[in-house]
């Protein structure tokens, strides 16, 4: 199975300012067809978790763009420029490459 | 408006069964493979299974941990799948969510969870 490590466990930001999530794979996510099988979502409290953004760098429909992908391979990375109070949730990184589909720990996002 | 809608959670027995329902509207659920994702209490998310669309033979696949007592099963005239949950253990006990897989292999469309809880 593809093991998913995030970083940091828990990030209090300020609002205002910016914020940045790590993600590493354990093996390789780049497909042959030369897109990164790597996605990202959010999972506010109380809610279900909502794609943010897909392979790698897309964001997903509607969502801020405040909000952005980088990476390839095996390390990835989430920033938010600005981070808003509705932005407080638990983040996830997920591979679609090979099934078993895994997740990260996830990275829970707190407001100081 | 596109929406997933699970059912059938609820308190059972270590050793019961359960089987939740996933209900879809606002797409084409015939041509969407569905997966299955839990969420015990306070952890994270583990993938649990998927079933295809009819074009793929509707195969499904299985975490090892659930593989031989979970089944996937769609009923693509009702616009639902399901989720057959037998032999249950207490650390089965979690949210259960259905979510299709879309365009970029994404899992796009989540339901709000069902909750089980396998307990004496």
């Known amino acids: 199975d593809i093991v998913m490590t995030q970083s940091p466990l828990s990030l209090p930001v300020t609002p205002g300012e910016p914020a940045s999530i790590s993600c590493r794979s354990s093996r390789s996510l780049l497909h042959s067809n030369g897109k990164n099988y790597l996605h990202w979502y959010l999972q506010k409290p109380g809610q279900s978790p909502q794609l943010l953004i897909y392979l790698a760098s897309n964001r997903a429909s509607g969502v801020p763009d405040r909000f952005s992908g980088s990476g390839s391979g095996t390390d990835f990375t989430l920033r938010i420029t600005r981070v808003e109070a509705e932005d407080v949730g638990l983040y996830y990184c997920?591979?679609?490459?090979?099934?078993?589909?895994?997740f990260g720990g996830g990275t829970k996002v707190e407001i100081k | 408006e596109v929406q997933l809608v699970e059912s059938g959670g609820g308190l059972v027995q270590p050793g019961g069964s359960l089987k939740l329902s996933c209900a879809a509207a606002?797409?084409?659920?015939?041509?969407?493979?569905i997966h299955w994702v839990r969420q015990a209490s306070g952890k994270g998310l583990e993938w649990l299974g998927r079933i295809k669309r009819t074009g793929d033979e509707y195969a499904t696949a299985y975490a090892v941990s659930v593989e031989g007592r979970f089944a996937i099963s769609r009923d693509d005239s009702k616009n639902t799948a399901y989720l057959q949950m037998n032999s249950l253990k207490s650390e089965d006990t979690a949210v259960y969510y259905c979510?299709?897989?879309?365009?970029?292999?994404?899992?796009?469309?989540w339901g709000r969870g069902t909750m089980v809880t396998v307990s004496s």
């Open positions: 979510t299709r897989l879309g365009d970029y292999d994404a899992l796009d469309i």
């Open positions: 997920m591979q679609a490459l090979q099934l078993p589909l895994t």
């Open positions: 606002g797409f084409t659920f015939r041509g969407s493979p």
